[in-house]
Structure formats: structure tokens, C-alpha cells
């Protein structure tokens, strides 16, 4: 059995992941065009993501108080109470397809430069994006086919924390960190492949070569996606190597370390990373933070702060209050009574003589 611990954390870098992502969700709504709306989406898979480590955290820590060493269920139940795994599968198949797309996209941005425009509002569109999302559910057909098949079998058990080796079969496993180990180097060839392409048309065409409308924000969409890939390989490799001696006795562990290494690597690491490469990103940050700190003069004067006196010497105060008992304040002057507060109404006024012409 794992340790409450283990799963005490999990909420705290769900909530990481998610404030770094609803953060930016919220501030670049307005740019979501081009290969922009691809980080888009990958921002909203992360903010799900964040989300679904927290139900893994409460969902562990329930199972952690609630029973004991020797409980076991079938991995069939794990499908509605542990329903976080399969969100993971989804997760990681929907991050796989759109950084795919976003490294084709720089390929087609070389090799087709001037129809490049025409090209990628095909498949970088909020249509496609959401038919990908939705197509990447269909990882869940193989993934429910082991739990499905030996839902009558009794002799099939798996632990109440319902790791994903033991309700989706070993085989379906290794394929889906497979598709983690190594889908991030397909991106990262496709990216090769643009970039030197790219590096033999600028020879070609003694450094004039034009990839784009805008070469310099191409440049940082390129840098972005790499350092996404290689990320994806990190967070995935690194764990995987740090705990190999685990693997087999406690593979539940290990998978927690790969979801808590994403959620650091992607909810504190890649922000700094949109706020140093994209100028948008930093001028709504900005803006974001300053947008009431600007113009903060005080126009306006209270009860207990009246303004300078502009008749010295004169006959007369500047300041003065009129409270009425019967509820409004058109009423004889006098002093508010306590008991009947709550009906008392008054007026405070400021007095100036006119100038006289």
C-alpha cells in the first residue's frame, strides 16, 4: 500500500498546474489565431490535467483511510472511481497529436512558405482541434478492454488505488508509456527536419529567405515547441531512469512520479518559458498587474478629510452635516439617535462662498 502522503501532495501540484494554466487561459483569450490556438489547447489539456491530479489526490486519500492492507477490487470498478486514469490516457494521447501538429506546422511553414497561411488554417482551426481532443478518446476503447473482458472473473484483482498497469492490462500499459517515451522524438525529428531545411534555404538565398509573415515570432513558435518536446521527453525519461529499480515492485509509485513531474515541469517551468519567448505574453502580463495601478491621484474627499479651506478669514465653515430622524434627509436639523440608527438618514456637504465678479 502506498502512503497517504504520496497522495496528500498530489492536490497541491494539481493546483500548481492549474493556476499556471487558467492564468494564461485568461490572459491571452484574444490570441488564440494561427499556431497560437495550438498552445491554446495544449493549455487548456494541462488545466484538465491539474484537475485530474486533484481527484487522484482525494481519491487515494479515501481509499488510504478507508481500507486496509489486504483489500482488493476488481479492476472494473476502478473505471468509476478511479476515472482520473482514464483521463490520463486521453491527456496524453490529445498532448501527442497537438504537438504533432504544431511540429508539422513548422515544417509546412518552410517547405510551403507561401501557402502556409492557407495550409494551417485547415488543421490548426478550433474545429480540427476539438475533433483531435475527441478523436484521442478513442484510446479508451483498447484501455477498457482488459477491465470489460474479466469483469466476471474473480480471480482478477488489483489494489483499491487502481494503478493503470493493473485495471488496463500490462500490454496496454507499455504501449502508452511507449507512446510517452517516445512520440516527443517524432516531434523533435519533424523539427530537425524544418530546421535544416530552413538553414539550406537561407544559404540558398544568402540569409533573405522569408519562412513567414513575421520570421521572429515563427522563430520563438519553433523554440517553443522544441523546448515542449524536450520537456515531454524529461518528464518522462527522468523519473522512469531515477526510479528503474521500482518498477517492477511498485509501479503505482512510479507513475505518480511521472504525473507529479509533468505537472511541475509544465506548471512552473513552462510559464517562465511563454513569459521570456513571446512578447504577447509579457505585454498582457503587464497589463494584467498594472491595469489598475496607473492614475491613482485621489479626486474625491471624505467626511473625515475635508478639502483645504478656500474662504480663510471668512464668516461661515467650509464643512457641515444634516441629519434628519423621520428616514430621509429632508428634515430638522439635529443629532442621530442611536436607537433609531438603522432609519436615520444625513447629508455631508462642503461650503464655498461664489467668487464675486
Known amino acids: 500500500m502506498l502512503p497517504a502522503i504520496v497522495f496528500e501532495v498530489l492536490p497541491i501540484f494539481g493546483f500548481i498546474l492549474c493556476v499556471s494554466t487558467s492564468f494564461y ?57 478511479a476515472f482520473h486514469i482514464s483521463f490520463w490516457c486521453i491527456l496524453d494521447i490529445s498532448n501527442t497529436l497537438v504537438i504533432f501538429l504544431l511540429c508539422f506546422d513548422q515544417l509546412v511553414s518552410v517547405f510551403w512558405s507561401k501557402k502556409h497561411k492557407l495550409i494551417n488554417s485547415i488543421y490548426l482551426s478550433k474545429c480540427t482541434m476539438i475533433i483531435v481532443v475527441i478523436f484521442s478518446g478513442a484510446i479508451l476503447m483498447p484501455a477498457w478492454d482488459f477491465p470489460l473482458t474479466y469483469e466476471n472473473n474473480a480471480t482478477i484483482s488489483t489494489s483499491p488505488y487502481c494503478s493503470m498497469e493493473r485495471v488496463f492490462g500490462q500490454d496496454f500499459y507499455e504501449m502508452e508509456v511507449n507512446i510517452r517515451k517516445f ?15 530552413l538553414l539550406i534555404f537561407q544559404l540558398l538565398q544568402n540569409w533573405s529567405f522569408k519562412w513567414s509573415d513575421n520570421n521572429d515570432e515563427s522563430e ?15 518528464v518522462v525519461h527522468g523519473p522512469l531512469y531515477l526510479l528503474e529499480p521500482y518498477t517492477k515492485q511498485q509501479d503505482q509509485i512510479v507513475e505518480i512520479a511521472l504525473r507529479i513531474s509533468y505537472s511541475v515541469t509544465f506548471g512552473v ?15 498582457e502580463f503587464y497589463n494584467f498587474f498594472l491595469r489598475y495601478s496607473h492614475n491613482t491621484k ?60
Open 25 to 81: 487561459l485568461w490572459i491571452m483569450r484574444r490570441k488564440q489565431k494561427d499556431a497560437f490556438g495550438g498552445i491554446y489547447v495544449i493549455q487548456c489539456l494541462d488545466f484538465v490535467y491539474g484537475l485530474s491530479l486533484f481527484y487522484a489526490g482525494f481519491h487515494g486519500c479515501f481509499v488510504s483511510a478507508n481500507t486496509d492492507d489486504n483489500s482488493f477490487v476488481q479492476p472494473v470498478e476502478c473505471l468509476w472511481k
Open 298 to 357: 485621489r479626486t474625491w474627499q471624505s467626511a473625515e478629510d475635508p478639502p483645504d479651506s478656500k474662504n480663510i478669514g471668512g464668516e461661515g465653515l467650509d464643512f457641515g452635516s444634516w441629519y434628519s430622524s423621520a428616514g430621509n434627509i429632508i428634515g430638522e436639523a439635529g443629532l442621530p439617535y442611536e436607537m433609531n440608527a438603522d432609519k436615520q438618514k444625513s447629508v455631508s456637504f462642503y461650503y464655498n462662498e461664489m467668487e464675486k465678479v
Open 269 to 283: 517551468l513552462e510559464p517562465l518559458i511563454l513569459f521570456k519567448v513571446f512578447p504577447e505574453y509579457r505585454t
Open 183 to 197: 512520440s516527443p522524438l517524432a516531434g523533435i525529428s519533424i523539427l530537425s527536419l524544418a530546421g535544416v531545411a
Open 220 to 234: 520563438r513558435l519553433y523554440f517553443f515547441v522544441l523546448t515542449r518536446c524536450l520537456m515531454l521527453l524529461a
